[in-house]
């Protein structure tokens, strides 16, 4: 397949590109410097800037063969809501956007816990509830990790729909290489079109 990673630079994204090009997809890796997208040249793999607050660099990368996976995460509020703006306009077969539960449509699923996520995300709640709001409406997945952690990808890793979601808990992690795991079976079989989606690591 033709997959396309946007914030390919972070530790996520570089998840997502290396498991992709393991898997044997061509890759195209977006990141505001390629420089730091810390992977070897391949044949399937082009690295090109791209920054989601200009949406025509966007549409310059992406096009309606690209399913695009985006690992993209902020500190600023507004800019998650910019990014998915931009890709859904650039008219992609598929957007796999990563989230966080206990967020937007999982809040409910989360119970308690995600009173905790919503002071910790302060200004930027609103915007990451709005952009995985855009991203569902045009029919694409969105996952929502807990915790993120650094380690190896589960060997008993599943996903899961918000109705068998677990409660919130701050110390049940989820590592990068499960999540990218996860992100990457929904690009090659879609199970959650349109619909919001849980990588567990067991």
Known sequence: M???????????GIALTRQ???????VTAVA????KIALPDSPNLRKVAGDVNDAARIAAVVDGDSVVLSALGTDRAGTLLTGARA??????RRVIWLG?????????????GAGVLAKVLGDRLPDKVEADNTVLAAGGTVFHAGM???GPESPRRRTVGLEAAPPFDLGAKVSRETVAAAMLDE???PGF???VALPLEE
Request: no cysteine; charged share 20%; aromatic share 2%.
């Open 87 to 92: 890709l859904v306009a650039a008219g992609p």
């Open 32 to 35: 505001r410097d390629p420089e």
């Open 148 to 150: 993120l952690a650094d």
């Open 2 to 12: 033709n997959l396309t990673v946007l914030a390919a630079s972070g530790r996520t």
């Open 20 to 26: 992709a090009l393991r898997r044997g997809h061509t």
């Open 187 to 189: 690009a090659e079989a």
């Open 193 to 195: 079109p349109g619909a």
């Open 100 to 112: 966080a539960y206990g967020t937007g449509k999982s809040a409910e699923a989360a119970g308690e």
